[in-house]
């Protein structure tokens, strides 16, 4: 197909999520959870792998936008003949996922055309498909089934459901989606008004919530609700991106699966979630994080299931054509059986920062960090894989290290002061400084005046920009200075920042990506810190204008195409949003609260 990223809008549930195209076609489903297999995959292959349209004919204009406050999307459309609105929501769960359309006539009379088709396993099973009465429609193929609501008349024809009706002003016509494990009842009759209204109080209790932030306001509380439709709520887990294998490159293989849990988001989004006063999503996140990564910590994933999964084998659906035939198509994700020396970082450093944000700490959480760090102290110096999860081997990266340093940095700065813990902290001091002084050292290149991506070479990364962020070095020192003037020449092309120059650097794939929108971010709170405020509200006004018509982000932008790239939408690029927002408005935000929670002098 030859749609873009940014023609999707999201729909969800806090347990699921669909994507609705700006044509008035729902092209990705997975139920009954995010990781779920889809029912419908056109966005990764072709209709017959599954879409559900309602289109209104003879369109003259379209233009879309979710209700203040909510998730809730409404379409409007003129045509020939008059005008009309579609609303498409999932409302909160009670046991079972609901998705509803409602379609209301404005104007005239529009005629409506609508095709169902539901495709099992992702886009692969066709099911039964029976009338059950004249309202009421049941897709049942394995374990899965479909009911579908409506007044409109469907018929069946060359394996898809088919209708059309005209609506008038004043009219509307419902049409709700149920999904139930096969040998459930039959679902009860779903009031679609009344549903839309308990949708709206419940994004509206949540996103009322949000504090001012200055001229950002409106799309920091866009970011939020996102970030809270990407959340599933039975464990608080934080999925990176309701989709898989939207490409980094048109037509490239840096395709990979985002309906996980990455532990390296932990911080990010705790300070997101935090810095607006968000304390109860905080505290979800954080319950789930340490449920996930509860047991020896030598056998800590990178990643995990919302639930706390840890077997995410990934493979390949080559049924699926990928989308704009980028491909392979992969499901689950080989990354969580990576080595990443920098998640242990990541974890303590947000278990320290939920701390200073008046969290209760978990009751064994002194326990686990004691014997982490006890797993780290023999680890660090060994090679990984690093931040961007390459798959051209094992190397000394300097963000993977900066963050072992955190590790015992954080420690130093919260651990309790028992006997016990202050000859720990001698310890862990110790290992600190070695740590430090080693960065320091070896990933410096005086050539170049900056510090580079891996000890020895002289390839540069975005990644570097965290050390200021994380406090390894106060922003004014040369050696920062000097890192982020080598970025900003090497790295921001058309004024975004690459992850690092993969025609440069061997990553175990074929060279070419988008750029990083989380790393334009994060140059922007480095450009904070160091003073140039100016410039760093210029690069985030950049940022935001990259949002789609709904606020929306991917997780890269390529300004070449003029259109986004990767999973959609991305929490790790609305996160940045929130917390660059926070930093420019509040000049001492959360970039400059991680640098004061340092141990170091």
Known sequence: MDASIADYAMIGDCETAALVHRSGSIDWLCLPRFDSDACFARLLGDRDNGHWAICAREVIETSRAYREGTLVLVTDLVTKTGAARVIDFMSPRDQHADLIRIVEGVEGCVTFDVELVIRFDYGRTIPWVTHLDPTTLMAVAGPNTLFLQTPIHLHGQDMRTLGDFAIKAGERVPFALTHRVSLSERPPKVEALMALASTERYWRDFSDRCPNVG??????????????????????????????????????????????????DATFTLQAFMGLGYFEEAGAWLDWLMRAIAGDPAQMQIMYGVSGERRLAEWEAPWLAGFRDSQPVRIGNAAAEQMQLD??????????????????????????RRATLDHLAQVWREPDEGIWEMRAGRQHFTHSKVMAWVAFDRALAHAPQSDRDREDQARWRIIADEIHAEICQRAWDPAQNAFTQVYGQPWLDASLLQMALVGFLPPGDPRILGTIAAIEKRLVRDGLTLRYETDVVADGLPPGEGRFLACSFWLADNLVLTGRHKEACALFERLLALCNDVGL????????????????????????LINTAVNLARGMGPAAERTAASSSP
Request: include cysteine; glycine fraction near 10%; aromatic fraction near 10%.
């Open 343 to 368: 998640v242990r970082g990541e974890v303590i450093d947000a278990m320290a920062r939920a701390v200073r944000g008046g969290i209760a700490p978990h009751p064994r959480s002194a326990e686990w």
């Open 553 to 576: 982000l991917a997780e890269q932008y390529d300004p070449e195409l003029g259109e986004m790239l990767g999973n959609f939408p991305q929490a790790f690029s609305h996160v940045g």
């Open 215 to 264: 001229p950002w306001t409106e799309q920091v509380k866009r970011s939020l609700i996102t970030l809270k439709a990407l959340t599933y709520a039975p464990t608080g887990g934080m999925v990176a991106a309701a989709t898989t294998s939207l490409p980094e490159k048109i037509g490239g293989t840096r395709n990979w699966d985002y309906r996980f849990c990455w532990l390296r």
